[in-house]
C-alpha cells in the first residue's frame, strides 16, 4: 500500500468532519392491540416493516376473530405489502371471514398502505371474503351496520327496476290465497 505524503500547510479537517457517522436510527418495535368494541373487534396495528410481523399479527386476529363476526383492521405507520398471495395474506383473511356473516373492513393511513389494502381487496373478493378497504373508520362502521346482503346493496341509492311482474313473494302469498279458497268450504 502506498500512502500520500502528508501536506505540512494543510488545515486539520473541521471537527464536523471528523465525527463518526451518527448511529442508524432505531425504529419503533412493531406493536398491535385487539380489543372488542360494542360492534366490532379492533385489531390496531402499528410499525410493521416485515411479512413475518405481519403474519404473526393476522394469526392474533385469527384467534380472536370467533368473538365477532366483524372485524376492523387499522395499519398505521407500517411499509405497504403488495404479494398478498405469496405472503399467505388472503388465506389469513380466509380464516378470519370463515362464515358469511364475517366482514373485515382495511383502514391505512397513508396512501401508499391505501393502496396496498385496496390491492388486497381485490385480490380476497375474488376468492369470497368479504373484505373492503376505507378511508374512514366511520365508513367501516357503517358498512358493518348495513345487514342487508352485497347482492342487495345498490351504488348511489340505485333502485331495482321490476319488469312489471310480481316478486317471489307476492307470487306465494296469491298461490297460498287461491288454495286457501280452493279449502274454504262451500267454496266452488
Excluded at 360494542?38 to 376473530?65: G, K
Aim: aromatic share 4%; net charge positive; charged share 35%.
Amino acid at each position: 500500500m502506498v500512502t500520500a505524503p502528508r501536506d505540512k500547510d494543510a488545515e486539520p479537517a473541521p471537527e464536523e468532519d471528523r465525527r463518526p457517522a451518527p448511529a442508524r436510527e432505531r425504529r419503533p418495535a412493531m406493536s398491535f392491540r385487539i380489543s372488542l368494541e360494542p360492534e366490532f373487534l379492533r385489531a390496531e396495528l402499528t410499525h410493521r416493516e416485515t411479512v413475518d410481523e405481519m403474519l404473526q399479527f393476522l394469526r392474533a386476529v385469527v384467534r380472536n376473530s370467533l368473538r365477532c363476526p366483524r372485524v376492523l383492521i387499522s395499519v398505521r405507520a407500517s411499509h405497504p405489502l403488495f404479494h398478498v398471495e405469496r405472503d399467505g395474506l388472503v388465506e389469513f383473511l380466509r380464516q378470519i371471514a370463515q362464515v358469511p356473516q364475517h366482514r373485515i373492513a382495511l383502514l391505512a393511513d397513508a396512501p401508499d398502505l391505501q393502496a396496498s389494502h385496496e390491492y388486497l381487496e381485490l385480490i380476497a373478493r375474488q376468492r369470497g371474503v368479504r373484505v373492503r378497504s376505507f378511508r374512514s373508520e366511520a365508513e367501516a362502521v357503517q358498512w358493518f351496520a348495513d345487514r342487508r346482503a352485497p347482492e342487495e346493496r345498490r351504488a348511489g341509492g340505485e333502485r331495482r327496476q321490476g319488469n312489471g311482474s310480481s316478486s317471489a313473494p307476492e307470487r306465494r302469498r296469491g298461490a297460498d290465497r287461491r288454495q286457501m279458497l280452493r279449502r274454504a268450504p262451500g267454496a266452488a
